[in-house]
């Protein structure tokens, strides 16, 4: 049985939710993630950030080793608190996951758990900014998410690669701009001119 979408934000519930809660909730027309329990609406991408997320979800498609797939905006459980305490589900703009996590997923319903998860990217729009580069680099670090890739679509176009680096949370090496070039979590190579919006 699939539950009613949820109603506009006025109708939505007035405490906080468990994860279970939160998925219980269906379908809407607007973009939710859940934090600390509330119910929080994000923003539509714009067409660049759309664009860029597309583009780079293929490149990392074509270069995931066996065993892993990528998806866009999948609902992410932070694990972050038990079950039955008010939880955390984000929509990463990208989320590399182990293939059998995500099978079990669509066969059982549910979200993504933190601890199948590789690599998170977030594509930054106007207004994310603080949101990507501090509280969800926090929060995916806490979660124990391996790599976080973070995208900036301003002139030059760079991406911040972060790792967990124990208990400091995430480490980087700064921004790269032009071409970037990985081996981990896997070989990966990309021109960040190609996520431009022409």
């Known amino acids: 049985m699939t539950a009613a979408p ?14 279970a809660e939160y998925l219980e909730l269906g379908e809407t027309e607007y973009r ?25 979800l293929a490149a990392i498609r ?8 990528a998806l866009a905006e999948i609902d992410l459980n932070l694990e972050l608190a038990p079950p039955d305490k008010p939880g955390f589900v984000r929509a990463p703009d990208i989320t590399v996951a182990r293939a059998e996590a995500m099978r079990q997923v669509d066969q ?11 690599l998170v990217a977030e594509i930054i729009s106007p207004g994310s900014g603080r949101m990507d580069r501090r509280i969800k680099r926090e929060e995916y670090a ?3 998410i391996p790599h976080y890739w973070i995208v900036d679509l301003s002139d030059p176009i760079s991406m911040l690669v972060c790792h967990l680096a124990g208990e400091l949370g995430y480490a ?17 190579e990309l021109d960040l001119a190609s996520l431009a919006y022409d």
Request: hydrophobic share 35%; net charge negative.
């Open 6 to 19: 949820l109603g506009p934000p006025e109708q939505w519930p007035r405490r906080l939710l468990t994860v």
């Open 32 to 56: 939710t993630e859940l934090v600390e329990g509330q119910l929080m609406m994000a923003p539509r991408p714009v067409p660049k950030h759309m664009e860029a997320s597309h583009v780079l």
């Open 62 to 69: 074509a270069a995931l080793p066996q065993g892993y797939r």
């Open 108 to 118: 059982g319903g549910g979200a993504v758990r933190a601890s199948d998860v590789l």
């Open 142 to 144: 806490d979660a124990g």
């Open 172 to 188: 980087d090496d700064g921004e790269v701009t032009d071409t970037f070039r990985t081996t981990k979590p896997f070989p990966f």
